[in-house]
């Protein structure tokens, strides 16, 4: 037998001791309508009082997370159901527990917020010159933007290309000559 349950049959037991504990009093002393009255009103309070922290411990209060449901229609209202209950339990008022319903994506994508990286520190060369044509280009020069890495020479000036015998590129440095 569970404490809430001793609990409920104790307070039972006490109201129908209280009971016949009124009528023999009533019976032994001759009490009047008044008199019955007023030992009537304070026994009824006692009993109020003891009966509520007696079954203060025995309420429950239920609590239940539904897993959702998927459905091809949406849903426009909320559905509520009604949990059924092995033991009798006593709360306040009726307990509902809401399904929740998905229709399209039932789970949020996280967010991922990046974090602020630093900024590289690379250099940026006025020339270009290709090791496998043996041409330099200027740096915006669409030519010079397709040399492989691994072909890639890079410097500030015309002299260092010169002086190894590379070729200037006949769009980008030829035609700032012309104009």
Excluded at 70 to 89: A, S
Excluded at 96 to 120: N, S, T, W
Aim: a positive charge; charged letters at 30%; glycine letters at 2%.
């Amino acid at each position: 037998m569970e404490k809430s349950d001793r609990n409920v049959n104790l307070v039972a037991w006490t109201g129908g001791i209280i009971i016949v504990f009124v009528i023999l009093i009533t019976l032994i002393f001759r009490l009047n309508l008044v008199g019955i009255l007023i030992m009537g009103w304070l026994l009824t309070f006692f009993y109020a009082v003891f009966a509520f922290i007696m079954l203060r411990e025995s309420r429950e209060i239920i609590k239940e997370v539904q897993k959702p449901i998927y459905v091809d229609r949406p849903v426009e209202k909320p559905v509520y159901i009604e949990k059924p209950i092995d033991r009798p339990v006593y709360v306040d008022k009726p307990v509902y527990v809401e399904k929740k319903v998905y229709v399209d994506r039932p789970v949020e994508k996280p967010v991922y917020i990046e974090k602020k990286r630093r900024k590289l520190n690379i250099p940026k060369y006025a020339f270009l010159a290709s090791t496998e044509t043996r041409t330099y280009h200027t740096r915006n020069c669409r030519l010079g933007k397709l040399i492989k890495r691994k072909y890639k020479l890079s410097s500030n000036t015309k002299r260092t290309f010169i002086r190894k015998r590379f070729k200037a590129c006949k769009i980008c440095i030829k035609k700032q000559k012309r104009v």
